[in-house]
């Protein structure tokens, strides 16, 4: 299981593989498999952002709910035991920072 993230310029079609790449900027899927390890750490149900990540669906955040998951970074580093898992939570702050200074953008969390 793993989670790959893609930054789209708009929020993209989901069913229409060939229309998602319209919107596409960049990709991280480096770090599937340390991220998705990291993020099921964190509660569920819980009232933070990341912890709406389906690991096995996809998520998307828009880039005022990418601000705010900003802000959970440095709680989730120290939730990391591994250094492949702090490599990915730093990628992921990279992303999750580049959102929300896209206007417009769209995270999206492509789960297993």
């Known amino acids: 299981m793993g989670i790959e993230l893609e930054l789209h310029s708009a929020r993209p079609a989901r069913n229409d593989w060939a229309m ?13 498999e340390e991220l998705a390890a990291v993020l099921a750490t964190l509660k569920a149900d819980g009232p933070d952002k990341l912890s709406w990540v389906d690991p096995y669906g996809d998520t998307q955040f828009n880039e005022q709910e990418a601000e705010v998951a900003l802000g959970e970074i440095a709680g ?14 730093t990628d992921l702050a990279a992303m999750l920072k580049s ?3 896209t ?10």
């Open 20 to 32: 998602s790449r319209a919107t596409f900027l960049q990709g991280s899927y480096e770090y599937g």
């Open 76 to 89: 989730l580093l120290q939730r990391c035991t591994t250094e492949g898992q702090r490599a990915a939570v």
């Open 99 to 101: 959102c929300a200074t």
């Open 103 to 112: 206007p417009g953008s769209c995270l999206w969390f492509v789960g297993d």
